[in-house]
């Protein structure tokens, strides 16, 4: 059964802390994304990785970087956590094969309050 | 830019009835794809359905179908005989596949909430 799984559900962090949001998938995907989650909104992209030390900006990336160092792991970093980064965070997965439909795999969330 | 436009926020359906939803996206490119997944309130993203731009046919899956029309730009779910445990948050997202450099980003509506009535 593949599996997305992230480091927290549920995280309270006070303003200017640096936080730490993991990520890890077992089925050897390729791709790696992290989007945040608002009301209303939807499912906005912050970063993506399409290979180990590879990164893009997805279309929010202010106040937010990223490291993947193995195959496996997709960190996001909140350098100076702020209030307006409240939210839910979501990780995702998908292989490298753009001609399939392949979905992406998501991970069941981590809801971040910053106080 | 790619652009998914759900204009429902909220929808209500009875029990063992239909229900669509629905979603128009804006995009310049050819070769695109489409998809569905459902939130229940438990924060997981589960995949419904996959529509192809160059497919033929709608999708479906099960008591899930696509209702794809290319010329309209819309992508509408259609939920048959709905069931209690359909309620959720409903999801329209798109992949831009022009030029293989996409990496599969997905650009998400911004949702419908379905809530299905005994």
């Known amino acids: 059964d593949v599996k997305v799984t992230q480091s927290s559900r549920y995280l309270v962090k006070r303003t200017g802390e640096k936080v730490f949001l993991e990520c890890v998938q077992d089925?050897?995907?390729?791709?790696m994304f992290w989007y945040r989650q608002d009301p209303g909104l939807g499912l906005r992209l912050i970063y993506f990785?399409?290979?180990?030390?590879?990164?893009e900006k997805g279309d929010i990336p202010e106040g937010y970087s990223v490291s993947r160092e193995k195959k496996e792991r997709f960190s996001l970093i909140l350098e100076s956590a702020s209030t307006n980064q409240t939210s839910m965070y979501l990780c995702a997965s998908s292989p490298l094969d753009r001609e399939a439909s392949y979905e992406q795999y998501f991970g069941p969330g981590t809801r971040l309050t910053v106080t | 830019a790619q652009k998914i436009t759900q204009t429902q926020p909220g929808m209500f359906v009875q029990e063992k009835e239909a229900v669509t939803l629905d979603c128009t996206y804006d995009t310049s490119d050819q070769s695109y794809g489409l998809f569905w997944y459902k939130q229940p309130s438990s924060g997981e993203m589960i995949f419904l359905i996959y529509q192809g731009s160059y497919d033929e046919q709608n999708a479906t899956e099960g008591r899930y179908s696509l209702n794809f029309q290319k010329a309209r730009k819309s992508a509408n779910l259609v939920i048959s005989a709905s069931q209690l445990g359909d309620s959720a948050m409903y999801f329209c997202?798109?992949?831009?596949?022009?030029?293989?450099?996409?990496?599969?980003?997905?650009?998400f509506g911004q949702g419908t909430i379905l809530t299905v009535h005994p």
């Open positions: 990785s399409y290979d180990v030390k590879m990164k």
């Open positions: 089925m050897d995907h390729e791709n």
């Open positions: 997202a798109m992949r831009d596949d022009a030029g293989g450099t996409s990496y599969g980003k997905l650009t």
